[in-house]
């Protein structure tokens, strides 16, 4: 079974920056989907950013220009950098694997991923 472990949520104030990172084995596999979503209360699971292992990656349009998804294999960790944070980008965010390659908008629904981490908080002041 694969495991997830996030980490780096916060508290930033607008026009800042988090990095989150995603601890997955789904990097040991040699086909793969990773995606981060978020959410808050009373709304559906939004897609934000996904990456298959051919490193093609897609984002949300919410985010295009401040958020970069990159992994690192050698540390089998997925990474979330967001910039230029607004108050709008406040939500729990989720990491999501599959072990199955996916492309373009799949890589930002719900319903292509298997594996989900437990989610981190990132809250965004003005």
């Known amino acids: 079974q694969v495991q997830l472990v996030e980490s780096g949520g916060g508290s930033v104030q607008a026009g800042g920056a988090l990095r989150l990172s995603c601890v997955t084995s789904?990097?040991?596999?040699?086909?793969?989907?990773m995606g981060w979503f978020r959410q808050t209360p009373g709304k559906g699971r939004e897609g934000v950013a996904g990456?298959?292992?051919?490193?093609?990656?897609i984002y949300a349009d919410s985010v295009k220009g401040r958020f970069t998804i990159s992994q690192d294999n050698g540390k089998n960790t997925l990474y979330l950098q967001m910039g230029n944070l607004k108050p709008d980008d406040t939500a729990m965010y989720y990491c999501a694997t599959r072990a199955a390659k996916y492309s373009g908008d799949y890589l930002l629904q719900t319903f292509a991923y298997s594996n989900w981490g437990q989610g981190t908080q990132v809250t965004v002041s003005s």
């Open positions: 990456i298959n292992n051919a490193g093609e990656t």
């Open positions: 789904i990097l040991t596999y040699s086909t793969y989907s």
